[in-house]
């Protein structure tokens, strides 16, 4: 079956620093990747879809400039949460779609929790 | 209103039990409906898409009443392995998936 890779599997860092997120699809060409987020108790909210090659759409609520979204190849996008704050500690998981023969079929990262102190 | 919604749970049963979780979805324009488990600080996995004619894999059967915009899962002969939140999931067609906040099931020896 298809795979999705993340890295790094938990990170924590320090209040204003970056951090980068990177999710990789290993057997296959990801036409479009998905980044989710999820706090606690609570379920996964979709935060942005990326195209390769194209910028990304956030959902409502989302900043893009402190959520940076990059989708340079078929089988890379990255996330860099930006001078992050400790309401930014959540597990962030992407997932990755072929979009072959018309099914959209989702193959899910295994996630990253961030830890911001 | 929530997109998707679920009974949190938690839902205690005993081994061998038969259990069934509802859910409901707001939008009506809404194509594609899964069901995903998620254990503990792990991804979510696809345990099985639901059609309109019901379903059936192994232990677990589907539905989908689409004129009432609800979904269902059944597990029956519950193992100490189902114990997991079950996600109930739905593709609006935007490809994006919309998730429900989950039901924990609790199986118990």
């Known amino acids: 079956g298809a795979v999705v890779s993340q890295h790094p599997s938990w990170v924590i860092c320090k209040s204003g620093t970056s951090v980068k997120i990177e999710c990789r699809s290993l057997d296959f060409q990801a036409t479009t990747m998905f980044w989710y987020r999820q706090f606690p108790k609570q379920s996964l909210m979709l935060m942005a879809t990326s195209n390769e090659g194209s910028k990304a759409t956030y959902e409502q609520g989302v900043e893009k400039d402190k959520f940076l979204i990059n989708h340079a190849s078929l089988t890379l996008s990255t996330l860099t949460v930006t001078s992050a704050h400790p309401e930014d500690s959540s597990f962030y998981i992407c997932?990755?779609?072929?979009?072959?023969?018309?099914?959209?079929?989702?193959?899910f990262g295994p996630g990253t929790r961030l830890t911001v102190t | 209103r929530k997109e998707v919604e679920q009974d949190p749970g938690p839902f205690n049963v005993p081994e061998g039990a038969t259990v069934a979780f509802n859910c409901t979805y707001s939008?009506?324009?809404?194509?594609?409906f899964f069901w995903y488990r998620q254990d503990c600080r792990k991804e979510p996995k696809l345990l099985m898409s639901v059609y309109s004619s019901g379903n059936e894999d192994g232990r677990f059967t589907a539905q989908l009443n689409r004129a009432s915009q609800y979904i269902s899962l059944l597990i029956r002969d519950s193992k100490l392995s189902d114990s997991a939140t079950y996600l109930c999931?739905?593709?609006?067609?935007?490809?994006?998936?919309?998730f429900g906040s989950g039901t924990r099931l609790q199986v118990q020896p």
């Open positions: 999931v739905v593709d609006t067609g935007r490809r994006a998936l919309t």
């Open positions: 939008n009506s324009a809404s194509q594609s």
């Open positions: 997932s990755a779609t072929a979009g072959l023969a018309g099914s959209y079929e989702q193959y």
